[in-house]
């Protein structure tokens, strides 16, 4: 009896990889739509009823600080994958197809060692609200789920770099 081992190639597994982590950058980014929405909402309904009513919703500046962290965060990942950032390449593209693509494969490395920072400076800051059990003052309400927006918006951020570098890299590879 003899069994039969496929092996799948290297470029088979990245491409299933890379599938995964940009199907989870578009749901965190549908997330972010969701937040603007009720963070839209929210603020409609707390001016009419401040203007109209004289009856604000408390705790409406807090929310929205905390979710316009979550619509910004959140997305990063997807902006990413659709070059959606400001770019400043008005002299890169000048420069021959190899220096350019070696430009912004450096230019890729630093954005990535600067995420991973990030990514982890606020993952501290998110355990170190979680250990003292942070609440927003004027709705007791807890608020430690909202101070993980940066670190998921960053860590698929991170994923989407690494992407782009071993993209950029092999294609710097074949120019060369």
Same mark, same amino acid.
């Given at each position: 009896? *003899?069994?039969?081992?496929?092996?799948?190639?290297?470029?088979?597994?990245?491409?299933?990889?890379?599938?995964?982590?940009?199907?989870?950058?578009?749901?965190?980014?549908?997330? *972010?739509?969701?937040?603007?929405? /009720?963070?839209?909402?929210?603020?409609?309904?707390?001016?009419?009823?401040?203007?109209?009513?004289?009856?604000?919703?408390?705790?409406?500046?807090?929310?929205?600080?905390?979710?316009?962290?979550?619509? @910004?965060?959140?997305? %990063?990942?997807?902006?990413?994958?659709?070059?959606?950032?400001?770019?400043?390449?008005?002299?890169?593209?000048?420069?021959?197809?190899?220096?350019?693509?070696? /430009?912004?494969?450096?230019?890729?490395?630093? *954005?990535?060692?600067?995420?991973?920072?990030?990514?982890?400076?606020?993952?501290?800051?998110?355990?170190?609200? %979680?250990?003292?059990?942070?609440?927003?003052?004027?709705?007791?309400?807890?608020? @430690?789920?909202?101070?993980?927006?940066?670190?998921?918006?960053?860590?698929?951020?991170?994923?989407?770099?690494?992407?782009?570098? @071993?993209?950029?890299?092999?294609?710097?590879?074949?120019?060369?």
């Amino acid at each position: 009896m *003899s069994v039969e081992v496929t092996i799948t190639p290297p470029a088979t597994i990245f491409s299933k990889i890379e599938k995964g982590i940009r199907y989870t950058g578009t749901a965190l980014l549908y997330c *972010s739509i969701f937040l603007f929405v /009720v963070l839209m909402l929210l603020d409609t309904v707390d001016v009419v009823g401040r203007y109209v009513f004289d009856s604000p919703i408390i705790g409406t500046m807090e929310i929205s600080q905390v979710l316009m962290g979550g619509v @910004v965060m959140l997305g %990063w990942a997807y902006t990413q994958h659709q070059n959606g950032h400001v770019n400043v390449d008005m002299f890169i593209n000048r420069y021959p197809p190899r220096a350019r693509t070696s /430009v912004y494969l450096i230019m890729l490395i630093l *954005s990535l060692v600067l995420f991973i920072a990030i990514t982890y400076q606020s993952s501290i800051l998110g355990m170190q609200h %979680w250990a003292s059990h942070r609440v927003f003052p004027t709705l007791r309400v807890t608020s @430690v789920p909202f101070y993980f927006f940066v670190p998921a918006g960053g860590f698929f951020m991170c994923l989407e770099l690494i992407i782009q570098i @071993v993209k950029q890299a092999s294609a710097l590879r074949r120019r060369g």
